[in-house]
């Protein structure tokens, strides 16, 4: 089983390469597409082949990634989601795969395939810091309820990755189109500016007139875009490891910053992505609720009680119940928009606090995650 171990690390990192040069392409495709007045996106030949390139090397990596997972729960002989490492692999891949799928081929926004890329490399890059050799787990994890409860939670997850990059894009789109609107003198609704016609949402007729759609650029300094990736880029690398480690970490969180800056002409209208973030969390809230109740249930098996308020389960029911926020301020008056939008990045928040930080620092009946 050495050799499949082995086979599975050189995957994981043929994966993680042509990821990497994926994202690329994906944005060399969006420097290469103009932009009309009205939002529509007219791809060049270069556009054309660097997306085509892009998607190649997305799907090449994919299956070099799905080959890993598979070679990985050869060697350990069982599932391979048993710990952080093999978790976090499969939610990058499953994040990936959803994107593909559902992102690009199905709702045609491909401008954001290089962002679900970007956050699929750091889920993998993350997990790659975590890595412990193919084995077998500890006895407390030798249940069946692992295939189903940890394959839920995982999916969910993965989900969850979709709709933060769209709700944090859709952040930054609003943002610019507020201000585009008020230089512009005209009224605001969310989307309004720059909206192509993509049957995600309705048209507004109150829509202010841009000059150009580089005004959407002109309106927000690319240093912030720079500084807050690069702040949480830097304390992550800061909480694992030390300030060197850290500081190399801090300009790659900038560099995906000015990329999202560079993309507000390119990306879908803020209507769009907020409609998007939207359906993607309500797809996937019913699987994390079942994940957590299956959860529940293997703990009356292993430990005699449904719910203890471990730090773990407490974490999960947090974040369900912001999850639940998010959707409930999505659909209520005055809530809509930016101030929804922040409820679900908080939600995402509590996600990876309670799967990197209470499985790493907080002492708890989870601690054999690693």
Not at 70 to 79: I, K, Q
Not at 121 to 137: I, R
Not at 308 to 315: A, Y
Request: charged share 10%.
């Amino acid at each position: 089983m050495r050799t499949m171990a082995e086979l599975s690390n050189t995957l994981f990192a043929v994966a993680l390469v042509a990821y990497i040069a994926g994202m690329a392409a994906y944005f060399f495709r969006m420097a290469f597409t103009r932009v009309s007045v009205d939002g529509v996106l007219a791809s060049t030949r270069g556009g054309e082949r660097a997306g085509l390139v892009g998607t190649g090397l997305a799907i090449t990596g994919a299956a070099a990634h799905v080959g890993s997972i598979v070679t990985r729960g050869l060697a350990a002989d069982r599932v391979p989601w048993a710990n952080m490492y093999e978790y976090s692999s499969v939610m990058a891949l499953i994040a990936i795969v959803a994107g593909l799928a559902v992102v690009q081929r199905r709702m045609g926004f491909g401008h954001l395939m290089g962002f679900v890329l970007a956050a699929g490399v750091v889920m993998m890059s993350a997990g790659a810091m975590l890595f412990v050799p193919a084995g077998p787990t500890v006895p407390a994890l030798e249940s069946y309820w692992l295939k189903i409860h940890v394959t839920a939670m995982v999916s969910a997850s993965a989900v969850f990755v979709l709709a933060f990059v769209a709700t944090a894009l859709y952040l930054a789109r609003d943002t610019a189109e507020r201000r585009v609107a008020a230089r512009s003198g005209g009224r605001y609704a969310v989307g309004t500016v720059g909206a192509a016609s993509i049957d995600l949402t309705e048209a507004h007729a109150d829509a202010p007139v841009i000059s150009s759609p580089l005004e959407l650029r002109r309106v927000l300094s690319p240093l912030w875009f720079a500084l807050l990736p690069a702040a949480l880029f830097f304390l992550w690398g800061l909480a694992k490891y030390d300030i060197v480690r850290a500081g190399s970490m801090a300009p790659v969180g900038a560099l995906v910053g000015i990329g999202a800056w560079y993309a507000l002409p390119h990306l879908p209208s803020a209507s769009q992505l907020d409609t998007l973030a939207y359906r993607i969390t309500a797809f996937a809230m019913p699987i994390f609720t079942f994940a957590i109740i299956c959860g529940a249930i293997w703990a009356e098996e292993a430990w005699g009680r449904y719910w203890g308020w471990d730090p773990k389960e407490t974490g999960s029911f947090f974040t369900w119940v912001l999850y639940a926020a998010y959707l409930h301020a999505r659909a209520t008056y005055g809530w809509r928009g930016h101030r929804a939008a922040w409820v679900g990045v908080a939600a995402f928040v509590a996600l990876m606090v309670t799967y990197f930080v209470v499985n790493l620092v907080v002492s708890g009946l989870h601690s054999y995650a690693m």
